[in-house]
């Protein structure tokens, strides 16, 4: 999709959707989740937005076209999961 223009994020700043390795765990709200056995998919833009987890940290600092291809991606990675393309 990126290759293709479709990512609207990647154009605007250069951002990578999927990274080759992880800096390490990201500490956060799943956490729970995964020590008690629940699958999780973690979907969180790297760098984390300015204002992340603040007290700024509301609708307004949404990077709304990397949200936008976040979908998309989930959109198309559930049709091809689902032999729907």
Sequence with gaps: MS???LLLGV???DHKYF???SDGLIQ???IPFLYRGVPVLHLIPVPFPIG???VGD???I???DVSK???NLMEAFVRSFLHLL
């Design 3 to 5: 290759s293709a223009g």
């Design 11 to 13: 154009r605007k700043n």
């Design 19 to 21: 990274g080759s390795r």
């Design 28 to 30: 956060d709200d799943h």
């Design 52 to 54: 992340w987890h603040t």
């Design 58 to 60: 509301n609708a307004t």
């Design 62 to 64: 949404i990077d709304w």
């Design 69 to 71: 291809d976040l979908v």
